[in-house]
């Protein structure tokens, strides 16, 4: 069905081609993924197919592509619009008309088809997608999920024989994400559809592929496979096949199912060499914990909010150590909690004024031991700081946005040291409850406190000193178009000495040269570089919005690493995140947000354990057992 | 918590899954039953614009604010009561409160510069700045007399009418569904005008987050400057995504075009270009004195000719219409309630000018005369022939 020809394709004034020697072959009614890591031509490959490359993005392709037996030389993208149907990277701008019914339409009104034909085909995809409510409603008010799936609604009533995808679940939560991939799975197995997609996060799609071609590296050939023979050498891999390696098991699992039946040696093993790490850090929540929202909130506002998070950790403490199991487990934690103590005692007091003599630390400190780290941290800092023991306070939060309750009755508190998720569905009121932290939403009714000032009235350049946001477009925050001028400009506004900022980007992104303009950076480098830029004030509290959003893996190891080193630092992190494997990885504590409401607020392991959504694959696959991470798995198996 | 909330739980649990089942069945018989109406809006968006646009015309009839009043009043009942929950219905509020900034601003340069309108009766005195020779005829502050500022109070609420009108076709059909409705040849046209008009809102939505973003810099989100540093990065995402906009539209065959013999172009463009020489010849000798003869055939033939060669033009592109509205009675009656109160508030102003321009020198309570109001009460009739648009 698509047949891609020894092809390489070469972007004007680049020196070299961003992909060459592509030359797979899709046959018809299969789902293929393309995979590999960012900027290794996935979009580059799938634009190719629809014929926008090059006709539209301009360029030199040379070999052939052909599509259903058209050649993209000859054929315009327009000519392909009855075989091809394309869905970037963002649906919003792929919309041109503004309610469902118009848009499902608007391809076939294009291509002349006969009305009765469109009226019919109309019903027939608002029935197979689930949107027959939503059909007179205008594109502006869906979610996430419904506007990915009128989008792909769209592009399927001209009925192409041949779907491609730009990362259809990315920017969404688990449950729309699963409902996309039901369609596209309905698509492939009862229509015969051929698809073609890219995706970041395999561990929510490779599942479903029949084959995966994975472009390993910029301008190197294309591997096509089956997935599991694939992902045995991919270098971008899910953490069920991380597992898989790990213990060594074949044939690779790619489902939690798969895994789940060849686990039980592992389960047996980890449960012989060491209890699982973390039951030390959730034998107490029972306090506040998943389950009726409504038992949870007034429990929740009955401690006042100075010991809520305070005494919580700290009574769980004793017992929680005690039925740790053996002496050796409990000596480890409680050798580096020592150290822990002391290094927030150190930097605690720090906050405004002498900022300078420690501007590098944090990701000196990453790659040791983070998984001990995450569960003891959260005792010493209030400890140690009885007067204060939460750096941000909110109390009865709600917020109204265009005349939608965007939050009710919120309560959060953060302490020092602390590493909170924020998830829950798109449109939950995640970024609303961080841009309230930051003073960018106005409060109905409630308190924010953050380190002391409210931040809606502390004039701003007082305000990234105690408190700094990455935006969920990190780009929003970039103005100048060179690196070093973006820097200089950093230490500008937070009256940090000059070169501060440049030494964060340093160790953040090693190898970034000094006139790069910020739009030529990938993803996950921009995501580095206004990380560095909030970091130069040295904010206590630190809030990042999507963090992971179209980033590798390897980019988000990074971004773990540097996470967890300013956690240990004494950095209070609050991220808001579908990425329940992200949350898994970072947080101490995970927060439920649903329709504004705090549905769940405990610490991680509880909340994700009892969640099927919302739980990480290892989770899973080890089920009766608590693990999150294959880090914790590996560390235990060492 | 109490022994027996879960059974009740359990109860409303039931009563919501029927209350579901209801919703689903009632959702899937309701196309059967009325295949079109449910979701479709009830009325030609066009007819909609007619009516507004001739309450439009109406009110540059006349500066009676009783009447102006009264044609507010209309036309926001039936905004109330039948616009959609859309988003762009919305900006109704937003004509409302340009409307007010209108006729505000209109009496403070009234009150501010002064007024040509003779006045006796002196509100309050001014501090009067001396202006130079060569700016004569100008004049800041001075009198201000209660003539000039009635005076000015009218003409802005005439203004302010004119625009609460266009807000109310804004509200009640988006500028978009007109779309459907033009030729096919103009139809690619008209997207990228509709195309173009969205850029502008999206733009202010850009401009507020980049603003609010400068604050996490730590640099003041308010001011002239921040609006400035924020341009570039603007229009870069302005830009980038029309682009990608303009991706979508090409790839899902925006733009095709049908193979048309080469005589019907000819034809056409013949047509089309002739026609629009004919228009202007025509409207020439409309407008001259001399030639009052041969201006209004000419005007029609250049007319027709236009029309036809749209029409042929239509012919090269391909494209179909999904579900056009339909121009039914109740859009004949819309715009005819809407013509006629134009027509008759004309006739008025013509035979009773006292009453629709009520004087300010010397100054009169303004009378409301009875047969206009009863015509602008026409305007009405879209409240009571045209279905509510379900919510």
New interface residues.
């Given amino acids: 069905m698509i047949r891609f020809e020894d092809v390489s394709v070469t972007y004007e004034g680049a020196a070299r081609p961003t992909v060459a020697g592509v030359d797979f072959e899709v046959p018809e009614g299969e789902l293929v993924l393309l995979a590999g890591p960012s900027g290794v031509g996935k979009s580059t490959v799938l634009g190719a197919v ?3 490359v090059p ?3 301009g360029g030199t392709l040379r070999g052939r592509v052909t599509v259903a037996g058209r050649d993209t030389r000859t054929h ?7 075989v ?1 149907g ?1 869905v ?1 990277q ?1 649906p919003l ?2 919309f ?4 469902v ?2 848009e499902l ?11 009765a034909v ?2 019919r085909r ?2 027939e995809t608002l029935d197979l997608l689930g949107l ?2 939503l ?2 409603r ?1 594109i ?2 869906l979610s996430g999920g419904q506007r990915q799936r009128v989008a792909i609604g ?2 399927l009533t ?1 009925h192409p024989q041949v779907l491609v995808l730009d990362e259809p679940t990315s920017a969404l939560d688990p449950a729309a994400a699963e409902e996309v991939l039901a369609v596209l799975q309905r698509l492939v197995h009862d229509l015969g559809t051929t698809v073609l997609m890219a995706e970041h996060r395999l561990e929510r799609v490779i599942q479903y592929a029949d084959r995966v071609v994975l472009l390993p590296a910029p301008g190197a050939a294309p591997v096509t496979g089956p997935p599991a023979e694939v992902m045995a050498v991919s270098p971008v891999y899910p953490p069920v096949v991380a597992l898989g390696r790990l213990a060594g098991w074949s044939p690779l699992p790619l489902t939690v199912r798969d895994a789940r039946r060849q686990a039980p040696a592992l389960r047996t093993r980890l449960s012989a060499t060491k209890p699982p790490a973390h039951t030390p850090a959730t034998g107490d929540p029972a306090t506040v914990t998943t389950g009726d929202p409504a ?1 949870a909130a007034p429990a929740d506002q009955g401690t006042t909010p100075a010991t809520g998070t305070a005494t919580t950790p700290a009574t769980g403490d004793p017992a929680a150590v005690t039925p740790g199991g053996p002496a050796a487990v409990a000596a480890v934690p409680a050798g580096s909690r020592v150290a822990g103590a002391v290094r927030v005692g150190a930097v605690v007091p720090r906050p405004r004024g002498q900022a300078a003599p420690t501007p590098g630390r944090p990701p000196h400190r990453a790659p040791r031991t983070p998984v001990r780290r995450s569960f003891f941290r959260r005792r010493p800092a209030p400890a140690q700081e009885p007067p204060r023991g939460h750096l941000a306070e909110i109390r009865a939060l709600s917020v109204r946005r265009d005349h939608v309750q965007a939050l009710r009755r919120v309560d959060l508190t953060v302490a020092p040291g602390e590493t909170v998720a924020l998830m829950g569905r798109n449109g939950a009121g995640k970024s609303t409850l961080l841009g309230s932290l ?3 939403v106005a409060p109905a009714s409630g308190t924010v406190d953050v380190d002391g000032a409210v931040p809606l009235r502390t ?3 007082d ?3 105690r408190v ?2 990455v ?1 969920q477009e990190p ?5 100048a178009d060179t690196v070093a001028a973006e820097c200089a ?2 230490d500008r ?2 009256a940090a000495a000059p070169g501060t900022c440049r030494a964060l980007v340093s160790e953040l992104l090693p190898g970034v040269a000094d006139d790069t303009h910020p ?1 030529d950076l990938s993803e996950g480098q921009r995501l580095a570089l206004a990380l560095a ?2 970091l130069t ?1 040295r904010p206590p509290l630190l809030l990042l919005d999507e963090p992971t959003r179209g980033l590798d893996y390897a980019a988000k190891a990074r971004l773990v690493a540097v996470l967890r080193g300013l956690a240990a630092e004494g950095h209070a992190i609050v991220l808001a995140t579908h990425d329940v494997e992200l949350a898994a990885e970072l947080a101490h504590r995970v927060v439920l947000l649903a329709e504004g409401e705090v549905i769940a607020d405990g610490p991680t392991a509880e909340i994700v354990v009892s969640s099927p959504s919302f739980a990480p694959q290892v989770t899973k696959i080890l089920a009766p057992q608590r693990w999150l991470t294959v880090a914790q798995v590996r560390e235990a198996l060492r | 918590m109490s022994p027996g909330e879960p059974k009740q739980s359990c109860g409303s649990g039931r009563a919501a899954a029927d209350r579901a089942h209801a919703a689903v069945t009632a959702e899937r018989s309701a196309p059967r039953l009325s295949p079109g109406r449910s979701h479709r809006a009830a009325l030609h968006p066009g007819a909609w614009w007619l009516w507004a646009v001739s309450l439009g015309v109406a009110a540059t009839r006349t500066t009676n604010p009783l009447l102006l009043a009264l044609l507010i009043s209309a036309s926001a009942y039936v905004v109330a009561t039948h616009r959609s929950p859309a988003p762009w219905a919305r900006s109704y509020t937003a004509f409302a409160r340009l409307a007010l900034a209108v006729l505000l601003v209109r009496v403070l340069f009234a009150v501010a510069l002064g007024s040509p309108i003779p006045g006796t009766h002196t509100l309050l005195t001014l501090p009067e700045v001396p202006l130079p020779h060569w700016a004569q005829g100008i004049r800041l502050g001075g009198r201000v007399t209660a003539e000039a500022v009635v005076f000015a109070a009218y003409d802005g609420l005439k203004l302010a009418t004119l625009l609460i009108c266009v807000g109310a076709a804004n509200a009640l059909a988006s500028p978009t569904r007109l779309l459907k409705s033009l030729p096919g040849a103009l139809y690619e046209t008209g997207v990228a005008v509709v195309v173009a008009l969205t850029f502008a809102p999206h733009l202010i939505a850009d401009v507020q987050r980049l603003r609010a973003a400068r604050r996490l810099r730590g640099r003041p989100d308010r001011g002239v400057r921040g609006l400035l540093q924020v341009g570039l990065p603007v229009l870069e995402g302005a830009l980038e995504r029309s682009v990608a906009l303009a991706a979508a539209m090409e790839a899902r065959g925006y733009g095709r075009t049908a193979e048309v013999p080469a005589r019907v172009r000819r034809t056409t463009a013949a047509l089309t270009l002739g026609g629009l020489l004919g228009v202007c010849a025509g409207t020439y000798g409309l407008l001259t004195a001399a030639g009052g003869s041969y201006g209004l055939p000419v005007l029609l033939a250049g007319v027709g000719a236009a029309l036809t060669g749209l029409r042929l033009g239509g012919r090269r592109s391909p494209r179909t219409r999904y579900r056009p509205d339909p121009w039914g009675p109740r859009a004949w009656l819309v715009t005819g309630s809407g013509a006629a109160v134009a027509a008759l508030l004309t006739l008025a102003s013509v035979r009773d000018p006292r009453a629709l321009h009520p004087g300010v020198v010397p100054l009169v309570a303004p009378t409301l005369p009875l047969w206009p109001a009863v015509a602008v009460l026409l305007a009405l009739l879209p409240a009571f022939v045209v279905p509510r648009e379900p919510s």
């Fill in positions: 629809s014929g926008l006709h539209f993005t315009q993208p327009r000519q392909l619009a009855d091809v394309t970037g963002d701008a792929h041109v008309t503004d309610t019914e118009d339409a608007y391809g076939m009104e294009s291509l002349g088809l006969a009305p469109m009226r109309v019903e027959a409510g059909r007179g205008p502006a008010t769209s592009v001209p038992a930051v003073g960018l004039p701003p350049q305000l990234v000193r700094g946001l935006p780009r929003d925050l970039l103005y400009a950093a506004d937070a739009r830029v909030v004030a």
